[in-house]
């Protein structure tokens, strides 16, 4: 079993840039598909971006696209969610969250194992 821990959140003017990290341990970190969601105050827990077991495969929402880039790097066991552009409407907690059989998922009931999530906070 794989455990996650997200790092890399805080508070941030409109337009500018953070940089999500998700450290895993435990399990087989280069086997699992990775993905980060996102849930904002009063809304369900929504699908950002996610990663292939190799990173060549990669998907985005759709107001993900051209502003957040994930990528991973199996040696160090770790995800991350480079975001730029940032919105106010960005504003929530990060969760990182892994599934076992390696593909790309944008479905939150697809990930098995998930961490303790990270606050963004976009400032207008």
């Known amino acids: 079993q794989v455990q996650l821990v997200e790092s890399g959140g805080g508070l941030v003017q409109a337009g500018g840039s953070l940089r999500l990290s998700c450290a895993a341990s435990g399990g087989t970190f280069s086997t699992y598909g990775m993905g980060w969601l996102r849930q904002a105050p009063g809304k369900e827990r929504e699908f950002v971006a996610a990663i292939s077991w190799s990173g060549g495969s990669t998907y985005y929402a759709d107001s993900a696209k051209g502003r957040f880039t994930i990528s991973r790097d199996n040696a160090k066991t770790t995800v991350y969610l480079q975001m730029n552009s940032l919105k106010p409407e960005d504003t929530a907690v990060y969760y990182c969250?892994?599934?076992?059989?390696?593909?790309?998922?944008?479905?939150?009931?697809?990930?098995?194992?998930w961490g303790q999530g990270t606050q963004v906070t976009v400032s207008s």
């Open positions: 969250a892994a599934r076992a059989d390696g593909r790309t998922s944008g479905n939150r009931f697809a990930y098995d194992y």
